[in-house]
């Protein structure tokens, strides 16, 4: 056994109702009647209404003939007041469940309204850093995601983030009562996804699943899981990024984002946590903030954890007959070649971040929890020195 920590109780769960395969959106009315869901609220943002996605999902109700309401004003990255907009929107139009249908900010956001809905403000109270998670219960409105991106994961995971008001921070809600009863997985709806954010969020998802399969915790069925989704990932993201009609390589990095929202129940790393700090500060897409960072976090943790970055490697393609020490490094170099691949830049630099912010997000990240979880414990400096070399 070569994680003594499994000798310890740990908790596992999967419970959320996978409808995954092209054309799975038809099957949304028997998922809504499943749940028993007379009227839901349809969440979602202009950008998913501008493509089509949300009429899609509409018409499939209607069809059914199942009422609902549609608020789909939620922000790209959410706020707390987004939350609130749609709790109103809830309780004005007298729903009892709710449908969440884009990328992350819908998902997220309608974790949040489902939270409001039985749970009282302010929404600090909830966040995880502060053990908030023990303040959730499990009475919360029923909940469909459907993801039209694969990136965060969020239509398996417990987390909802937004940026509250009070701090301006990104803060991460995390409880397994947040997690949807029912996904639907389509990757039809990734089709028309342009290349820069096929590849951000395909980057995300790569960081869940090496973040939670590098992190300091057993969760051996989590290990299973996002292996797996970095080899997906490995062997598909370029090819989403470059021709995004591939439906095979789509579906792949549909699964490598579920798998990765699933393994981080485990934990994540260094990387969220510097990314949860430079989003809000630099602006820069969540994705993308990892993705640039990526390399440099894993030259950081290489001390602590050779023999996992080896089978990442393996895991990418390289010859399992190689030497461990070699193996590790090769996976360093097959993500800087792969963010190559899919126009990454390899700089925060190059991606509008200021030289002058590089503190002030080292202290924000140095308070984020996802790096408590990381392979080798790291200061503020530490977080600042990474932050400089990835600069
Ligand atoms: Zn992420």
Do not use: W
């Amino acid at each position: 056994m070569e994680n003594l920590a499994e000798l310890r109780v740990t908790e596992m769960s999967y419970p959320t109702k996978v409808v995954y395969g092209p054309g799975a959106l038809a099957r949304l009315a028997d998922q809504v009647r499943r749940l028993k869901m007379a009227k839901p609220l349809v969440v979602s943002d202009p950008g998913v209404t501008r493509a089509g996605l949300v009429d899609r999902a509409r018409e499939v109700l209607a069809q059914a003939g199942i009422a609902h309401h549609l608020f789909d004003r939620v922000q790209l990255d959410p706020t707390e007041e987004d939350a609130f907009e749609g709790l109103r929107a809830f309780r004005d139009a007298g729903c009892d469940g709710v449908v969440a249908i884009g990328g992350g900010s819908p998902l997220d956001a309608a974790k949040l309204i489902q939270l409001l809905v039985t749970h009282s403000p302010p929404l600090s109270r909830y966040d995880d850093a502060a053990g908030g998670d023990r303040f959730v219960r499990d009475d919360l409105p029923p909940l469909i995601a459907i993801p039209t991106t694969a990136g965060t994961g969020s239509e398996v995971s417990r987390s909802g983030v937004a940026t509250l008001k009070d701090t301006g921070r990104k803060t991460v809600i995390f409880s397994p009562y947040l997690m949807p009863k029912a996904a639907i997985v389509d990757p039809e709806l990734t089709l028309g996804l342009p290349p820069s954010t096929t590849a951000a969020t395909g980057m995300d998802a790569f960081t869940h699943c090496l973040e939670a399969y590098l992190a300091a915790a057993s969760h051996p069925l989590a290990d299973a899981l996002a292996i797996d989704g970095i080899s997906r990932v490995g062997r598909s993201l370029p090819t989403a990024v470059r021709d995004g009609a591939q439906l095979p390589a789509r579906s792949d990095m549909m699964i490598a984002a579920m798998e990765g929202a699933m393994a981080f129940q485990k934990g994540l790393g260094a990387c969220h946590a510097l990314a949860h700090a430079l989003t809000p500060i630099s602006r820069i897409h969540h994705g993308l903030a990892n993705a640039i960072a990526l390399p440099t976090v894993m030259e950081f943790n290489l001390p602590a954890c050779t023999p996992r970055l080896a089978r990442v490697a393996v895991a990418m393609g390289e010859d399992a007959a190689a030497r461990a020490e070699l193996l590790a490094r090769k996976a360093i170099e097959r993500v800087r070649v792969l963010n190559a691949e899919i126009g990454v830049p390899s700089r925060l630099r190059q991606a509008g971040v200021q030289e002058a912010d590089l503190p002030r997000i080292a202290t924000r990240a140095f308070e984020d929890a996802s790096h408590r979880t990381n392979p080798r414990q790291c200061s503020e400096e530490d977080l600042l020195g990474m932050l400089r070399t990835a600069y």
